[in-house]
């Protein structure tokens, strides 16, 4: 069955950096198109980047923009997040997602958490 | 950037009851909307795309409704694993932008 595994949450300072990890199986990566999706403690949704297959096009939310890099490997079934000049306000837990090609969520890993705390 | 409001906030319903839930976009969207559910501790699910379409393995008993900026997910009958936390997505106009969630939990 579908699967998406991240990892590479954990604790870091502001100004600091991450990479996220997401490693799928269950369906053939190639062919989607993948997103970040993040949810602050005890808040709603917010969509961050989106890849597609081949890694021709990226896009980002402007709360990010110039600070994530959104990158995949689709020989190895990973999707990655890196995330530098980390904010306290991007402390969530960061799920990975396939996304359909009118832009719906439509598989989840159970997300990798992000605090942002001196 | 498209603003998506749900309300209520929070719904509380009997099991076996109907649940219907709210979501309203700051400004048309045509039927380019999907409802997500999340249960404690979980990562979200998709439940229906396109304001009616039901995603692959969602019972009947789930429902969209809705044109334009009024949006309607209802729930014909509760059953108990359907207490909890239901979000709205636009995928009209760049970014993709979520509603803040409505709780469904038992009265």
């Known amino acids: 069955q579908v699967q998406l595994v991240e990892s590479g949450g954990g604790l870091v300072k502001p100004g600091g950096s991450l990479r996220l990890a997401c490693e799928v199986s269950?369906?053939?990566?190639?062919?989607?198109?993948m997103s970040w999706i993040r949810q602050a403690p005890g808040k709603g949704l917010e969509w961050v980047s989106y890849i597609s297959p081949g890694s021709e096009s990226t896009y980002y939310a402007d709360s990010v923009k110039g600070r994530f890099t959104i990158s995949r490997d689709n020989a190895k079934k990973s999707l990655f997040l890196q995330m530098n000049s980390l904010r306290v306000e991007d402390m969530a837990a960061y799920y990975c997602?396939?996304?359909?090609?009118?832009?719906?969520?439509?598989?989840w890993g159970q997300g990798t958490l992000v605090t942002v705390s001196s | 950037d498209i603003v998506m409001t749900q309300s209520p906030a929070t719904l509380s319903v009997s099991p076996g009851e109907r649940a219907t839930l709210s979501c309203r976009a700051s400004q048309s969207i045509s039927g380019y909307l999907a409802w997500y559910q999340q249960k404690l501790g979980q990562a979200p699910r998709l439940l229906i795309y396109?304001?009616?379409n039901r995603a692959t393995g969602i019972p009947a008993r789930f429902s969209g409704s809705g044109s334009g900026t009024d949006f309607t997910l209802t729930i014909s009958s509760l059953e108990p694993e359907d207490f909890a936390v239901y979000y709205c997505?636009?995928?009209?106009?760049?970014?993709?932008?979520f509603g803040q969630g409505t709780k469904l939990e038992i009265k």
């Open positions: 997505q636009q995928r009209s106009h760049w970014p993709p932008s």
């Open positions: 269950g369906f053939t990566f190639s062919d989607y198109y």
């Open positions: 396109d304001t009616s």
């Open positions: 997602a396939t996304m359909t090609t009118t832009y719906y969520f439509e598989h």
